[in-house]
C-alpha cells in the first residue's frame, strides 16, 4: 500500500504529463511525414469527417500506448530501486466468473 503512494507521483509525472507530450509529439511528425500537413482538429473546416476522426482514433491510440509504456517502465524501475511493486500482483477474475464460482 505505501508503495502505491509514493509511486502515485511518479505515475501521475510519467503516465499522464511527459507520455502526452511524447505521443503528441510522435503522432504530430507521423502525420505531417505521410500526408504532408498538419493533423486535423474537429474545427479544421476543410477536413473530412472520415479523416477527423481518423485523426482522432489514432491520435488517442498513440497517446494511450504511450502512456501504458511510459507507467509501466516507471512501475518496474521503482521495483528495481525499491524492491516492491507499485501495482496490483495479479489481475483480477472478471466478475461474471468470480459469481459462478469456478
Known sequence: ???????MPIGVLLGTL???????????DGWERSRGTQPPTATTELA????????AALRGSII???AATFTRAGA???RYIT???P???TRQPAARLQSRGD
Do not use: D, H, Y
Open 1 to 7: 500500500m505505501l508503495a502505491r503512494i509514493i509511486f
Open 18 to 28: 511527459l507520455s502526452k507530450r511524447v505521443g503528441e509529439a510522435v503522432f504530430a
Open 48 to 55: 473530412s469527417w472520415p479523416e477527423v476522426a481518423a485523426a
Open 64 to 66: 494511450a500506448v504511450t
Open 76 to 78: 518496474t524501475g521503482f
Open 83 to 85: 524492491g516492491f511493486w
Open 87 to 89: 501495482g496490483e500482483q
